[in-house]
């Protein structure tokens, strides 16, 4: 019913209510729900409509982004941060998509094969994670670590697929820079926590 109203270009749909059906959503799925994913799966690939819920979360990853580019220290960021919460939001229902690798979604999120358009999030959140590095500012370290969370529950598995595409993404160039910052040992323990060190050093050395 919530995809059904968020894919229905007839629904006018507020950001508090859109906000809302994703905290719902989160709600069903915390914990690992697999009959949930299940019949999110089956909805996705059965209802052509849906294309319009990948399409709102594509314009909503572009919108943060667009931000984070123009950003200055010097501005009151303290307008952004409903946009801060809910870009968290989509990222943390995201990650439950795939909690306990479920590959069916895990795949479906890079690329949706039975819609018209497809709209791979995964290079989406790639890009919005070197967009909240290059801020280098406090004030989006939160919804910057659930982009790692995101990101990692989406290659565990391991789901081969989404490895490659982050590999031949801006992933590594990320990787690399945040090697490269004054906090590097800080960045090496968050890089060993979500077990990224070794899949980039794997990489590395196959080149």
């Given at each position: 019913?919530?995809?059904?109203?968020?894919?229905?270009?007839?629904?006018?749909?507020?950001?508090?209510?859109?906000?809302?059906?994703?905290?719902?959503?989160?709600?069903?799925?915390?914990?690992?729900?697999?009959?949930?994913?299940?019949?999110?799966?089956?909805?996705?690939?059965?209802?052509?409509?849906?294309?319009?819920?990948?399409?709102?979360?594509?314009?909503?990853?572009?919108?943060?982004?667009?931000?984070?580019?123009?950003?200055?220290?010097?501005?009151?960021?303290?307008?952004?941060?409903?946009?801060?919460?809910?870009?968290?939001?989509?990222?943390?229902?995201?990650?439950?998509?795939?909690?306990?690798?479920?590959?069916?979604?895990?795949?479906?999120?890079?690329?949706?094969?039975?819609?018209?358009?497809?709209?791979?999030?995964?290079?989406?959140?790639?890009?919005?994670?070197?967009?909240?590095?290059?801020?280098?500012?406090?004030?989006?370290?939160?919804?910057?670590?659930?982009?790692?969370?995101?990101?990692?529950?989406?290659?565990?598995?391991p789901c081969r697929e989404n490895q490659i595409a982050i590999l031949q993404g801006s992933f590594l160039d990320l990787a690399a820079n945040?090697?490269?910052?004054?906090?590097?040992?800080?960045?090496?323990?968050?890089?060993?926590?979500?077990?990224?060190?070794?899949?980039?050093?794997?990489?590395?050395?196959?080149?």
């Amino acid at each position: 019913m919530i995809l059904s109203k968020l894919s229905n270009p007839e629904i006018s749909i507020s950001d508090e209510l859109f906000e809302r059906m994703i905290q719902f959503a989160i709600t069903l799925l915390d914990g690992g729900n697999e009959q949930v994913q299940k019949s999110i799966f089956k909805h996705f690939i059965t209802h052509n409509s849906s294309e319009l819920f990948f399409l709102k979360l594509h314009e909503r990853f572009l919108q943060e982004i667009h931000f984070l580019k123009k950003f200055s220290e010097l501005e009151d960021i303290t307008s952004n941060e409903k946009m801060n919460e809910e870009m968290s939001s989509i990222l943390r229902l995201l990650q439950l998509f795939a909690e306990g690798h479920f590959s069916d979604l895990q795949n479906y999120i890079r690329q949706q094969y039975n819609s018209y358009h497809s709209y791979d999030l995964l290079v989406d959140m790639s890009d919005l994670l070197n967009a909240y590095m290059q801020t280098r500012h406090s004030a989006f370290f939160e919804p910057m670590l659930q982009c790692f969370d995101t990101l990692t529950e989406f290659i565990q598995g391991p789901c081969r697929e989404n490895q490659i595409a982050i590999l031949q993404g801006s992933f590594l160039d990320l990787a690399a820079n945040l090697l490269s910052v004054k906090i590097k040992i800080l960045w090496v323990t968050f890089l060993d926590w979500w077990g990224w060190r070794w899949f980039i050093g794997k990489e590395g050395q196959e080149n």
